[in-house]
């Protein structure tokens, strides 16, 4: 593994994206992602890029929309679009001996759609976004989004979209917005497979020559507004779900962005405490010895202006107050006592080893290189990880635990109204006296809030 | 008691893998499987020739329970250190029961710690061993009358898991059609996870029972997918999975007998209502029609309508995507596919809606004109037909990129039809398969006045 992310090269093509090729010798598909930089952090309303996205595939000057469907097919084409926080994507997986007939059809739906299909588009996200929230698990993750990000990009949710497509009402908007987003110079093509370099080079350069002006994205301004934000306070939000047979329970902090020194240390925490499977600390406690949950889990997600840390259980209704107790034990016990020498070295074992695991096909491969560029890390980086992972001690992961899990988290609960916290903070039993006042302090101070239960987004 | 059979070894060809993969079943009936598989990766996995179609109304859900417990320990490794092990190599460790079967795989780096050993050790030791300890069980409690123990332990993590699974509309809407479309003595009836009284409340004896009189040799078929040499790895895999060392294998042998006979559930079909309805708090409507399909075994119809279904609603380009998503204005559909899932008992085919209008009536009308012209005026046309044995193709490919697809492939193969077959011959069947042969598979199995129908509505309507 790690002499294929040594291959990996960065190739400014001369049409202006930036290629970065993995060769991958033996292997029958190609996988192509084509990153356009901005995501939902270039906006004008929540969700905008989206919509782009998926309108690329629904008519250019050339094929209508039914036609595209059936020339996918037909070209055996698998060919996907979706907006993330940072960038577009259309990712493909084809056969090699296709390349140069698949990019140029790639090229017409870039770069030549009409989104002519806009209203009949909104109406079909409006749908599929109001069928995604039926579920008490979205919607927790939804008001998660919203609470911790605040009005920022990043906290774009299905709810924040729904209530903004009303305003994607001008073709003329969207239109200009595509032609200024799909340009180029703005894209990085990430691409893993058996190809000869050159040949994949003139093709795509053959693919991405065109006439149009280069693009910028804003970046520097959307930079400084997320080092700017923070929590204000710990809160707990909460919408009632009358029927879940579940509670869904979601705690999470905001954390550094990707390139941040800290991010190695903070992969470790994160495997030891939720996200190395059967084994991790989470999984032990609420799962296996006390039975509260079958879904239990930590995660971590660094982004490229700021990242998140959260903690997600789904248990019955009744153990919300245990179930957030024990979160609040296993982050204490991270930020008070050293990690073990065996369970840290199982930890960057499981890490280093995970990885081979999850490069085994082309497509992981592509995605894994684009996104981490996207996120910007040095490319050469990714394959010194082991090394770096290796030399991470205990006292770097207690470090990172009270460094960024001391600080203000969003707690949010879906459950029957009579199993929400009354509270929005969170109090707890095996807390010493000191924080229990503070933390009633806080509840008196902001007594207005105390009943700010949301209103289920289902009902938007 | 059984005689020992002689060892078999069969060798075959599997499209995308140069050497030929081998089949090897044991002198005591135990069946491994290898396919040698250059690259970073490898995969372990034992599938085992019991779900929920081998259990009754007392024991609904012990095949499920049973394989959350095969991970709570044996004699020689107590409860978390199989999962501690693994998981320190970075292999990823899990199971799953279905009602056919249930099986547990191990994926893992093949170079990284280069423990493949330990790794078939402690898995055989797994499958073979578990002691399905009273303390990682947990007290019995009931939780139909509220009884809650101070600690729940695993019968905890499984009612857990039944709560899940209600909070999902989809499984809800399955779960509504499948009550349906079955007589009461079917054993597909029955939900694979079981209800939680029986999860509360089955005793240890219950399950040691059943794990002993289906986890025996003739039911388990092994499967190595990865970088490995054969003789030495049939000398690995016979040591680790010696059935001989188990306390009762004699026992079990005696006890053992073929999984429910296929012949005796054909045709116990659901007879009575083929509608039902549900209210939920959920805010848009969830349908899903179920057909009774073939026999799995029956591979040239199960593939037949494998591509039915992809025309139907598989793709941007299928028949209900682009019909009643697509192009209709306003639409009241928000998603339509269809699939067909593969049993032993036989087939069923699926096809599951998402809709905003409060007219089911309607919704439903239109869902069954595109079906009633599928299977009458406007059959699969040639170009569809060209255009779907050609994706199949390729998508058939895809699921040889992992060693795990690879793995899966032949082990539900295996289980389900007895045969890797239904995989090895997948190419040449899309080659000789006919449009007509399409045709008369849709028109035996999907015809809309087959069809058993389950909707959940919102409760606010």
């Known amino acids: 593994m790690t002499k294929l992310l040594n291959s990996i090269e960065t190739i400014p093509l001369l049409s202006g994206p930036t290629l970065l090729f993995v060769h991958q010798a033996g292997t029958p598909r190609l996988s192509i992602n084509i990153y356009t930089k901005g995501g939902n952090c270039i906006d004008y309303f929540p969700g905008e890029m989206d919509v782009i996205d998926r309108l690329l595939l629904k008519g250019t000057y050339a094929e209508t929309s039914e036609e595209i469907a059936v020339k996918l097919d037909d070209l055996c084409l698998d060919l996907d679009t979706d907006t993330a926080r940072d960038y577009s994507i259309m990712s493909a997986s084809m056969q090699a001996e296709d390349l140069e007939k698949n990019l140029a059809f790639i090229k017409d739906l870039l770069f030549y759609s009409t989104l002519e299909g806009l209203q009949k588009e909104k109406e079909k996200l409006k749908g599929e976004l109001q069928m995604s929230l039926d579920s008490p698990t979205a919607v927790a993750k939804d008001l998660l989004s919203r609470k911790l990000w605040n009005g920022l990009p990043y906290g774009t949710s299905a709810s924040t979209m729904l209530s903004s497509l009303g305003k994607l009402w001008r073709n003329d908007n969207v239109f200009l917005h595509y032609q200024q987003a799909y340009r180029p110079n703005r894209m990085v093509i990430s691409v893993a497979g058996d190809v000869d370099r050159e040949r994949l080079i003139t093709a795509l350069d053959a693919a991405f020559s065109l006439p149009r002006a280069k693009g910028t994205d804003g970046e520097m301004e959307m930079g400084r507004l997320f080092k700017e934000h923070r929590l204000k306070e710990s809160r707990i939000f909460t919408t009632p779900w009358e029927e879940a047979a579940q509670a869904q329970i979601l705690q999470s902090w905001l954390m550094p962005p990707a390139t941040s020194k800290d991010y190695v240390p903070l992969a470790v925490l994160d495997n030891i405490l939720g996200s190395a499977g059967l084994s991790s600390r989470l999984f032990l406690e609420l799962r296996d010895k006390q039975g509260l949950a079958y879904s239990v889990r930590s995660s971590l997600s660094l982004l490229k202006h700021r990242g998140t840390f959260t903690l997600y259980i789904g248990t019955e209704p009744s153990n919300v107050q245990k179930c957030l107790e024990g979160f609040a034990d296993e982050v204490k016990k991270l930020q008070d006592v050293l990690v073990g020498e065996e369970e840290l070295e199982n930890a960057k074992r499981n890490l280093i080893g995970k990885r081979s695991v999850f490069l085994e096909t082309v497509g992981q491969t592509s995605s894994y290189v684009g996104s981490a560029y996207l996120a910007g890390h040095d490319l050469k980086s990714l394959a010194s990880l082991d090394e770096k992972i290796n030399a991470v001690t205990a006292e770097q992961i207690q470090k990172v635990a009270q460094k960024y899990l001391s600080k203000e988290s969003v707690t949010v609960v879906v459950a029957p109204s009579e199993f929400l916290p009354k509270s929005p903070f969170f109090k707890h039993s095996k807390q010493d006296d000191t924080t229990t006042t503070e933390t009633e302090a806080k509840a008196k101070t902001s007594t207005k809030k105390d009943d700010k239960t949301e209103t289920a987004p289902v009902a938007v | ?461």
């Open chain 2, 1 to 461: 008691m059984m005689a020992p059979a002689a060892p078999t070894l069969e060798a075959f060809s599997l499209p995308y893998i140069p050497q030929k993969a081998v089949k090897h079943t044991f002198k005591n009936g135990h069946t491994l499987v290898f396919v040698q598989r250059s690259g970073a990766v490898f995969n372990i996995s034992s599938w085992v020739k019991t779900g929920s179609m081998n259990e009754d109304e007392q024991n609904n859900g012990v095949s499920h329970f049973l394989e959350h417990l095969m991970f709570k320990g044996t004699p020689r490794f107590e409860a978390g250190v199989f999962d501690k092990k693994m998981e320190s190599m970075g292999a990823l460790i899990n199971a799953a029961t279905w009602k056919d079967y249930t099986f547990y795989h191990v994926t893992g780096p093949n170079t990284q710690f280069n423990e493949f050993d330990t790794v078939v050790d402690m898995h055989a030791d797994m499958i073979l061993h578990s002691d399905l300890p009273d303390s990682e069980i947990g007290e019995a409690y009931d939780p139909d009358k509220g009884e809650t123990p101070e600690l729940k332990r695993e019968r905890g993590v499984v009612i857990e898991e039944i709560g899940l699974y209600e909070d999902r509309p989809w499984t809800r809407v399955y779960n509504l059609v499948n009550d349906i479309m079955y007589d009461e003595s079917h054993p597909y009836r029955r939900e694979v996870i079981g209800t939680r009284h029986i999860v509360g409340t089955i005793s240890r004896e219950a399950i040691l029972s059943y794990y002993r009189r289906w986890y025996t040799p003739e039911n388990i078929t092994t499967l190595v997918v990865g970088d490995f040499e054969w003789d030495a790895l049939k000398e690995k895999v016979e040591k680790a999975f010696n059935f001989a060392d188990r306390p009762d294998a004699k026992d079990a042998l005696k006890s053992y007998k073929e999984p429910a006979k296929v012949e005796s559930f054909v045709g116990k079909v659901g007879q009575g209502e083929r509608y039902i309805e549900q209210k939920s708090e959920f805010t848009t409507r969830f349908v899903t029609l179920g057909f009774h399909g073939p026999l799995a075994s029956d591979l040239k119809a199960t593939l037949a309508l494998d591509i039915a279904s992809t025309v139907l609603g598989e793709s941007r380009a299928s028949r209900f995507n682009q019909k009643l998503v697509e192009t209709q204005t306003p639409s009241a559909f928000n998603t339509i596919s269809t699939a067909q899932y593969a049993l032993k008992l036989g087939n069923v085919f699926y096809i599951m809606a998402n809709y905003n209008t409060a007219n089911d009536e309607a919704a439903l009308a239109e869902i069954t004109a595109i079906l009633d012209a599928f299977t009458g005026e406007e059959p699969i046309t040639e170009e569809e037909f060209a255009r779907t044995v050609k994706k199949m193709k390729v998508d058939f490919a895809r699921g040889f990129e992992t060693c795990s697809g690879i793995a899966d492939a032949l082990g539900d193969a295996l289980t389900v039809t007895g045969s890797v077959e239904a995989v090895t011959g997948t190419l040449e069947r899309l080659e000789s398969l006919t449009r007509q042969d399409v045709i008369d598979a849709v028109n035996t199995y999907l015809k809309p006045s087959l069809a058993y129908t389950a909707v959940l509505v919102p409760q606010h309507d």
